[in-house]
Each structure stands twice: as structure tokens, then as C-alpha cells.
């Protein structure tokens, strides 16, 4: 099993940016195997995926936030990243972090708000 804690969220002006950091921590040869990912759920919707990225550190991004969103990954620290830059009202939800493939236990996510 692995477990999940986001932090870094917060309200920002449209415009601005925030850093988000995700912790894994659980079974070690879980983690290093696994691509990780950053999801967002924005009230009354589903949650989608927004960026992953693989051990090797390929990356993909949802067209929404892609040329704006950045995830990264420290794979010693069992951390990942996701810089986001030129945020959006849109871009206001719960994020969270989980593997490429998730897991069915989520953490409690971190609330970012985007004022226009």
C-alpha cells in the first residue's frame, strides 16, 4: 500500500502561480516502480488527470494545463512536484496526487482557489 499527502495549495489571483508537493510513503519498492500523478476534482465534477510522469521521467499533461503546468519528481525523496503557472479561475480544485495508475486510497488532496 501507499499513501498520499498533498500540501501547497492555497488562493491565488488569476495570473499567479503555485508550487503543490506530494509525499509517498508505503511499500519503498511500490513507489519506485510506480509513475506518479497529479489529479484535480472541481465541485460538481469528476476527477481528471492533469499530469503524470513516468519512473523515466516522461511527462504528460491534459490540454487544459499543458504549456502552463509542470510536474517533476525527486524518485530519493519519494516526492513529486506540480509548478503551475498562469492560473485560471478553471483551474480552482481539489488536487491530488496518486500513481499514474491510481490506487484506491487518495489522500486528503490540497485546495488551490484561483480569484479572477
Known amino acids: 500500500q501507499v499513501q498520499f499527502v498533498e500540501s501547497g495549495g492555497g488562493l491565488v489571483q488569476s495570473g499567479g502561480s503555485l508550487t503543490l508537493s506530494c509525499a509517498a510513503s508505503?511499500?519503498?519498492?511500490?513507489?519506485?516502480?510506480?509513475?506518479m500523478g497529479w489529479y484535480r476534482q472541481a465541485p460538481g465534477k469528476q476527477r481528471e488527470l492533469v499530469a503524470s510522469?513516468?519512473?523515466?521521467?516522461?511527462?504528460n499533461y491534459a490540454d487544459s494545463v499543458k504549456g502552463r503546468f509542470t510536474i517533476s519528481r525527486n524518485a530519493a525523496e519519494n516526492t513529486a512536484y506540480l509548478q503551475m503557472n498562469s492560473l485560471k479561475p478553471e483551474d480552482t480544485a481539489v488536487y491530488y496526487c496518486n500513481g499514474d495508475s491510481p490506487f484506491d486510497s487518495w489522500g486528503q488532496g490540497t485546495q488551490v482557489i484561483v480569484s479572477s
Open positions: 510522469i513516468t519512473t523515466g521521467g516522461s511527462t
Open positions: 508505503g511499500t519503498i519498492f511500490t513507489i519506485l516502480r510506480m509513475g
